[in-house]
């Protein structure tokens, strides 16, 4: 999926006077500087900036608790609260090692009093997922369950709730949150993160939060993943900054100015070995693929109708070039237009059809024939005029569907989410059961 990037004027006109509050642990503190620089200037973060934590000061924000004016440690009591106030913009990251606790608490009653978020992007997984014992997969959902009551209670309803989802790990893990004592679960985080994201997208959308699911947009941009198995670089972060902010402008009902329309370029026209466009430029024998074309200029090394590089020696010879080459290049153009000239019908078809013609910027170009099949849409596939075409109301089966027996009773999919008596949503395993 194409994300389109943003830039400095669009965060800052989205975001301004508006409040935004994240919360969650070290990926989420990199969410927090990336946005902070881009509402300054279009820059990318720094390796050292992506590494450091506790700073006394990040690109004019302040550190208002924890980090360096505490005990600097890799436990789950640490604590960095990070602040960015501008004439219009401001920017407050929590730290966090768990989705409900004690602190969790303390910066809920913050909302409450003060501070009046309108964006509020919160993820909290990994720390959950490793450091609270065996069983922390109820744990985790009943801690989710507290987080959002509270959080729905404390903050206005004019607020955008923004879930996030974990991003992928890697197979080995190196953060600093895997202390020795729980290196034996390093073989498990993937599966565990995979699993915790599916239970929080569940619950956060019962209790009525948007979810980003990072996971998948990141799925096959493993490139940028740091060689600690958890963080990742500065082009990552800006992609995500870059879905954050679209995701609360699509919410918001704002229209962001769309990426810059690359130049329309004209159809390329027939390419002939030896002629302009198969060599390093000009002649018979430059063109323009890579550094010299396919070779440079020609096939061969010393063969075809030029010298090259996909071989010592083409089959031609070695002595072929200039004048002999242009000669035979054209000599070959002439016989293949008068070969099409001789068994040339009547025009009665184009190539393309008017949109695409619109879209390439050229004109559409004529080939000979019968005229061209109505064009599919959405991919179909067109049918054979001769074959023979089912009733439209007829309801067709699906060749992959099991076909039931004529007294056997249908099955029934259990939702993923349901609400107990107390009106508490419920994860579900998926299943089937008769119907009554």
Sequence with gaps: MTVHPVTHRDSS????????????GSVQRSMYKDLVLLLQKDRYLTLSQLKTKGEASFEQDSLVEGGSLGPMSNGVAYREVRQYCSEHHLVRFYFLTRVYSPYVESVLEDLRRGLKPDLLIVNSCIWDISRYGPNWFPDYQENLHLFFEKLKAVTADECLHLWILSLPLGHKITGGFLVPEILHLERSMQSRAMEANFCSSQLAR?????????????RFSQR???????HWDALAHRRTTALLLRHAAAAWGVKM??????PLLPRPG????GGPGWGRGGGPCRGSWGRAGWGRPGWGRGGGPCRGSWGRAGPAGKKRHGAAAAAAAAAATAAATAAATATAAPLVGTRCHDD????????CVAVQGAPLPPRSLAGETLADPGETQADP????PDPGETQLDPGETPARRLPMVRHTPNNKPQIMVCGSQKLS
Excluded at 224 to 230: E, F, K, Q, T, W
Excluded at 270 to 273: A, E, I, K, N
Excluded at 393 to 396: A, K, P, R, V
């Design 13 to 24: 006109l989205l975001l301004h006077n508006r409040c935004v509050v994240i919360l969650g």
């Design 206 to 218: 019962a209790y009525g939060l948007d979810v980003l699911d990072l996971h998948f947009h990141f």
């Design 224 to 230: 940028h993943r740091m060689a600690d198995g958890v």
């Design 257 to 262: 100015s769309p990426p810059p329309a690359a």
């Design 270 to 273: 027939p390419r002939l070995p």
């Design 356 to 363: 695409e013609a619109a879209v390439a910027g050229v004109s």
């Design 393 to 396: 109301g007829e309801t067709q």
